[in-house]
């Protein structure tokens, strides 16, 4: 089903360089073409396997997602919601995926335009969009709207809008709820904010969220996953939406998100 594979890992991460090997061989051995470098990796690549963990995976998935090329994930490091393969099964798992007895899911991601970029310049994030103070003890204030309805004005210490994918992320560690990757809805998350009413608002993927900066008199940024962080100015305008395309994550026929629901939040057992 599979007869080129392309294999990403954690930059500059002596376990994975170790376990890419092990894999590298393993694969070959089945007749199957395996692409060792990331910037190969092109729409005649029939699956990617990211290996580090869930950083890794979303790396990959941001710049690959207009290729259509199906991802799975072998986890090396602690969470791992994304990459959900443990080295100790990922020979006996990724057989079965290469044999095609796997589950499958399609998964979006956010599209971004920052007001002042060009007009086809946009950023991309899996888990979340997050406008967030720099430094400075000092609250940021701005205005949200949903397509053309505004919604309010806010002072906080930052915004997320996050997927479902970035739910169980900095999302979750702000008092925002656990979105089923399986829905299509954007989480809008307020962080620290000065009024208590202010609660997390969970809103078609459809939608496109508008934020305007009212008040940044310095040390504001916005960040995308975690990483391409920008200053952001008084009276710019962020519009989000969800990307065209999705991501298509390949998974063990037993997958289970609720059992890594379970597992990564320690939560109890059957009584």
Same mark, same amino acid.
């Not at 991460?13 to 170790?18: I, L, M, T, W």
């Not at 190969?40 to 963990?53: E, F």
């Not at 990922?90 to 589950?103: E, I, N, P, R, Y």
């Given at each position: 089903m599979f007869s080129t594979v392309g294999i990403v890992i954690k930059?500059?991460?002596?376990?994975?360089?170790?376990?890419?090997k092990e894999l590298y061989q393993h694969i070959e051995s089945k007749g199957i073409h395996v692409i060792k470098?990331?910037?190969?990796?092109?729409?005649?690549?029939?699956?990617? +396997?990211?290996? #580090?963990?869930? =950083?890794? /995976?979303?790396?990959?998935?941001?710049?690959?997602?207009?290729?259509?090329?199906?991802? &799975?994930? +072998?986890?090396? #490091?602690?969470? =791992?919601? /994304?990459?959900?393969?443990?080295?100790?099964?990922?020979?006996?798992?990724?057989?079965? &995926?290469?044999?095609?007895?796997?589950?499958?899911?399609k998964r979006f991601l956010l599209s971004c335009e920052i007001d002042g970029d060009s007009a086809d310049k946009h950023y991309l994030a899996f888990n979340d969009v997050v406008i967030h103070r720099k430094e400075r003890l000092r609250m940021i204030e701005f205005d949200v709207f949903i397509d053309d309805s505004f919604i309010n004005t806010q002072r906080a210490d930052g915004l997320i809008i996050a997927t479902p994918t970035g739910s169980t992320a900095y999302s979750l560690s702000s008092g925002g709820p656990i979105m089923h990757p399986g829905i299509e809805a954007i989480g809008i998350v307020s962080i620290c904010p000065h009024t208590m009413s202010h609660r997390p608002l969970i809103v078609p993927s459809s939608k496109e969220i508008t934020v305007k900066i009212r008040d940044v008199e310095e040390g504001v940024n916005i960040s995308f996953d975690g990483h391409d962080s920008f200053h952001l100015k008084s009276d710019q305008t962020i519009k989000i939406k969800q990307h065209i395309n999705f991501v298509n994550l390949l998974h063990p026929e037993d997958y289970d998100y609720f059992q890594i629901l379970r597992n990564k939040l320690h939560w109890g057992g059957k009584f």
């Open positions: 930059p500059n991460d002596p376990p994975s360089e170790k376990t890419a470098e990331r910037n190969k990796i092109d729409s005649g690549t029939d699956l990617i +396997i990211a290996i #580090g963990g869930d =950083g890794t /995976l979303l790396n990959t998935a941001r710049s690959v997602v207009d290729k259509n090329i199906p991802m &799975v994930g +072998i986890n090396l #490091g602690r969470l =791992g919601f /994304l990459a959900d393969i443990k080295v100790d099964d990922m020979k006996s798992a990724l057989d079965q &995926v290469l044999a095609g007895v796997f589950t499958q899911e």
